[in-house]
Structures are given as C-alpha cells and as structure tokens.
C-alpha cells in the first residue's frame, strides 16, 4: 500500500529520445502512463483531429472569399455542384464532379454573352474550406496576375460548392476554355489540415480522368507558398500550351530534382 | 438460374447469384454508390434468408465474374481442392455457418479445410453472421507463418513498424523507427511507404532499414511499399529485399489498374525465393487490400466490395505470403461511412481471410473525411485482438504524416498485450529482452532513458 500520495512528476514515464523530434513531425516519444498515451499527447491529438474535422464539415464562407476575390480585382460566379449537402458529398463523388441544373445553366448563359477565355480559374471547396478560405484568395490573385502577365485572356473565377476535382473540367467545357486551373482543399491531416491543391487540365471536358490532369499539391504556409506554386503552374500553363496536351505526358520537370534532395541528413541509428 | 424467397405475402426475387450477394450484404456506402445494394432494410434480410438456402455447391457452378473474362475466377475455380471441400460439400450457406459455429470447427478442421473453401462461399456466410460469429470462428483458426521469425501462434500478436515520413528522409525515418522499437514495435515487418516511387529513393530506403536490422541483429524483415516491378528491378541489381511488396484487389480488371497480373506476381515471388533471405521461413510476400478498390478502379463487375476484397485472397493465397493487410478505413467514406461500417468490414475481411488460410493483419485506420475516431478504432482494435488477428500497424501517437490518415499507434499494441496478454513474436519477445526494451515478463522496461544497447547513441538525441 502506497501512503504517501506519487509525486506527480513520477506518474509519467518520459523518453530521453523526445529531442528526436527535431528530424520529424512524426509523434515520437511522447511517453507513457503505464503503457497508454498520457494525458497532454492524448488531448493535443484530439485537438489535431477536431481541426481536421472542421476543416472538412464547416461550410466554405463563399461571401467572404468572394469579397476577397473582389478586393484582388478578380470577379466571380458561385455554382453548386450535384450534391446537395456534405453528407451526399461525401458518399457520392460522382455528384461532386458535375454540377448542378442552374449552375450549367448560367456558364451557358455567361458562355454566350463573352467570348471564350484562355484560362478559367475554378475554386472548390473540395475536402478543406479551412485551406480554401484561408490560402485560395491569395492563390487566385497570384495567378491571375501571371496570366495576364503571358497575355492569356482569363475567364470570371468559378467558384463551386460541394465541388471535387474534375467539376472542374465541366466549368473549362462550358465556358470553351483553353485550359483549367481549379484550387481545391485537399484531404486534411493532423499536421496539414489547411493544405491546397492546384489541378491544371488542358482542353477540359466531361470525362477526363486524373491522367489528363496534372497536380501541385500541399500549398500551406509549412509547405509551398503561393509564389511558387504560381511560378510552378505557369511553367506548365506554357508548356501545356505550347504542346497542347497536360497530365502524365507532361511531367513536371521543374520538380524532379527534389526528390533525392535531403541527402544532408543522415541515419543516426548507424553511428 | 434466378432465386426467391418468399416472406409473407411478398416474393423477393434476385437473378442471379451476384446480386444475390449484394443484396444481402450488411450496409456500406460502396455498395450504393455502385448501385447494387439492397433497397430497403427488409430487402436486405431477405437476400439474406435466401442467400442461406444456396447449397455451398452452387458457387462452383455460377461464376460471378465470368471464367472466360477474368483471371482471378480461372484462379479460384481451377485450383479448388474437392477433396478438402468434402467435409461441408453437402451444406447450404445457412448450415455452413451453424457448421463453423459448432464444435465440428477446431482448428484441425477449418485448417484442412481452407483448400476447398472458394472466397464466394466464404464471403456468403460472413454477410449472415454476426460480429460476434466472425470473432468465434476466426478465433479457432491459427495460420502461422515466417521468414525471420514466426507470426501468426495462437496467444500472440505482431505488428508492422510503419516510420513514413513525407519527404523520406533518413534521420526522420530512423527517428520513428527507434521510436518504434523501444515500444516493442517491428516484429511482423519493419514496413515503410515510400514518398515517391523513384528508384534510386525506394533503394536507399531498402538499404537504410536492412543496415538498421543487420546493425541490432533484429530478428525482423524490412519492406519498402513500392510496386512489384520496382521490387524485380531492385533484387535484379542486388538491392537488400527481404519481403515483395504488392497491392492486390480480387478482379483481374482492378489489378490490371494496379499494373499488375497474376504471372507478374508469379515472377516476384520467385525472384524473391531466390534470393533466400529468410533465417526460419520462406514466406516471402506481403500484400495489401481493402473493400472498395475493385469499385474504386471501375472494375468489380456489379460485384459487392465485400466479396471483391475476398476474391483478393485467392489472389494472396497463390503465393503464400508472410502478411495480408487489409487496410480497412483508407479508402475513405465514400466505400466505408462511419465507424460501424469500417469495424464491420474489418472483421469481415479478417474472418474471410484467416478461414482461406491466410495470415491476416489489419490496418485499423481511418480518414478525416470518414465519421470515425478513436473510440472505434479502439473498438475494432479491441475485437481483433480477441479474433487473434496477426498483426496490426504500429504508428507514432497513431498519425501518419505522408499518408494523412490516422492508424494504430505503438502504445495501442501495448494496450492489446496488457489486456489480452498479446505477446510478440517468440523470437522478437526474446531480442526486446535481451536489448532491455522488455523485462522479464514480456512488458516494456525501458522509458526515461536509452538501454544499453542503445546507449551509443545518446550524443545523437
């Protein structure tokens, strides 16, 4: 029988190797009660998982971003896709690639009123409005400014509720654009959970898949600002252009040599 | 041939035998999504009445996918073994299931009996059990296998040390992989997804965790999670391949997707033997599954996703690898939708698996984007355990940062052993004493400070 109540201190056992977490993000020495998580992990996990969370279920404040498109000089048109609500989202992509009756036919409206545009910019909200609301304004102006600075004529920024990745290709069809570029949340992490996704689809249509399309992935403040992953879809806006095609037969070359990059670091395990 | 079923005043009707299946299949997103699930609740049992009426025979005479179109049913339908099948050739669907119920069901018998189970019939009677039956039954089921050490006894679990990091460098990943094992983590496979499939990247990686198990004389194999043909390429220019790494779904279309086929696989597995790495076994292959990845791929032929997953097995079966890994929850609530979908389909998966003589593990996950959290995966974790799964993931504090999903952690596999007394595998249970990471009595020892063996590397923290 213990009398004396355990210095509090020596509930939890720590782990000497926690200053690994200098080489990862990973969740690494983080001790243990007993041989369960102790409390502060267990609660910063729940925090990151509730961030998660939200970012997928809290509806994209289309009013807000619309004025900030306005505020960057850029005009827009809000189009639903074929799911009605998150839940329906969720369990039917296929509705979240198409979009609604109205929403078809207002580009079919807007289509006969201007001439075709070369690029369209198309905002959906994807799997994250946290990472829409917070990085697809500022995203969208860089873009556009470097198109227009190539001379391409841009069409009004697209954005679609409830909308996936090839909605987009819909959008592009309709208005007759030359190419596709949609700004996307992508699927939240823990560590991620504000991440944008930038689709880029030459001649879009109905019916393209993944191959026809090409992808630059995790733009975060802790991963690609939105300079360079502007700077990285003109590369391929101008490629794509100039050998008229986009997805898998246009690799992003400018991005190969970072894969084998990082060999700075060694494995410590071996010393 | 059509079936019927009449309840009450009403007849339910289903024409064929893969409707059938579909219709009596528990709810999932996946299945409405493909449009085949039953329409109504009381659809549903009906299919189910039905469906236990279908003698066990039946599945060698209709083909759900045709033997003509598809690889995988020439697989099934040649390589079934009559005599094996004896015991319950004269069953329905129905009896089957009070079969394995009974005492007629001990391992001995569900172990010669594997051979002349197809996945049809077996995925039929998993959708008229219970959660509690699928737990019973795999229960009296042991498939034990080895390449460094045995995995798989009766009373035991391992686990896949999984260190991802999203831009594979090396000291992130070794970070997670001490991490790992000083929570007694590795045993089943020291298993890491690579951030790209480039060649040069997959290599340095097969190195860095070979030298890891070589240095420690870990009794342990390693596995880089890149395609088939990156590992042929790998052991053709002598990189260190423990295990073969593949993904496999249960139609020959979806695996066409995958870039993959079954004398592709066959080429693999016999590039691997060669190179007779393993010290106790020759077990040589490690495969991932998981419902939904035939509809996924456009390629399940209005099958369930359910008996797409266990078709796989048929797959897995021909190369009698080391580790089956349905990963239960990735794919993401468009195929699974909630927590009580991804429990059932793990257990189902675990089940179906272990009764066609595999050596299943499981990958307890979920998304962010699926309603799940924590408590069921604990759950599932929990019923696994009591199931006897093989192995399941080990992962930092459950997160994983290049896949972005969500897993079990190394502290969770601890929980199963405190409360079911889980050891690990015999041989790695010995290496975690004799390196001080467990005391006497198959619980951690180690915590504030490095053991030992470890101790060199306390400049490095």
Redesign the interface.
Known sequence: MEKNPVDKHQIV?????A???R??????????S????PTA?QLE??Q??AR??D??HIPLDVKQLKTELMEAGLQSLLLHSQAEDRATY?????KGRRLDADSAALLKQVSEQQPASDATIVIADG?SSTAVQRHAARVAAEVDRRLAAEGLTRSPVCIVQQGRVAVGDEVGELLDSRVVILLVGE???????DSLGIYYTYNPRVGLTDAARNCISNIRPAGISPQDAAERLLWLVRESLRRKLSGVELKDESGDAE??E??G??????? | MGYHVDIGQTRYAFPDLKTLMAKATPLRSGDCLAGIAAENATERVAAQRCLAEVPLKQFLNEALIPYEQDEVTRLILDTHDAAAFTPVAHLTVGDFRDWLLSDHASHESLSALAPGLTPEMVAAVSKIMRIQDLILVAQKTEVVTRFRNTIGLSGRMSTRLQPNHPTDDPAGVAASVLDGLLYANGDAVIGINPATDNYHAVTRLMHLLDEVIQRYEIPTQSCVLTHVTTHLEAINRGAPVDLVFQSIAGTQAANDSFGISLSILDEAHKAALELGRGTVGQNVMYFETGQGSALSANAHHGVDQQTCETRAYAVARRFDPLLVNTVVGFIGPEYLYDGKQIIRAGLEDHFCGKLLGLPMGCDICYTNHAEADQDDMDMLLTQLGVAGINFIMGIPGSDDIMLNYQTTSFHDALYVREVLNKPPAPEFAAWLEKMGIFGADNRLASGSTLPPPFAHLQDRL
């Open positions: 056992t720590s782990n000497s190797w200053s690994l977490r080489h990862t993000d990973a969740r690494i020495g983080l001790g243990r007993g041989i369960s998580q992990p996990f729940q990151a998982h998660a969370r970012a997928v969720l369990q039917r992509p296929d799997l699927r939240p992490g823990l560590s991620s959970p894969a084998l990082g060999d670091r060694r494995n410590f395990l071996l010393d």
